[in-house]
């Protein structure tokens, strides 16, 4: 199995939530710009779409996308997503809102927006987070065990730290919390980030 990244893109959540469920894997740094992998393949063979996250399985087949190669790391391992009857579907409702209502919001800070556009996009970015802040279980979204939607909006705290938006300071802690767990550090490291 093989996970494409750009360091410090949202695949990071992929690949953090990957060494959380102890899976063996590849990875390989993907040039977006460029289209190519580090090993000098046109990164569009591989995803046609062009950006990461990619996952190629053993089998060959590939997964694009965060929610839906979150969801299959979530289904190699139960730990990382909630019990109970609405366990995975709550898990899709928290994919969803991180990708689609915060991660899709910080598309002004990497396009060239201007000022007022971060401002507006930024404050929409605080509100949506500070929704999620007020639905924490524990110390992670649904308690005291970590689950991939927390991969995927650790990854969105670094980027509003990255930006200069100050998050509450629930999850100002809950970030640092995230920061300490070994499979976050190890995707760090090989992405250069650390």
Known sequence: MKLYYSPGACSLADHIALHQAGLSFEHEKVDLKAKRTAGGTDFTTINPKGYVPTLTLDSGETLTENVAILDWIAHQD??????????HSRLLEALAFISTEIHKSFKPFFSGAGDEE?????????????????????????????????????????????????????????????????????????????
């Open 118 to 194: 971060k401002r507006k996009a930024g404050e929409m970015i605080l509100k949506r987070m500070g929704y999620l802040a007020g639905t924490m279980k524990g110390d992670y979204l649904f308690g005291s065990e970590v689950s991939v939607a927390d991969c995927y909006l650790f990854v969105m705290l670094l980027w509003a730290q990255k930006n200069g938006l100050n998050v509450p300071g629930t999850l100002a802690a809950y970030r640092d919390r995230m920061m300490k767990l070994p499979s976050v550090r190890k995707a760090m490291t090989h992405e250069g980030l650390i």
């Open 78 to 87: 139960g730990a990382l997503k909630p019990s109970g009857a609405m366990g």
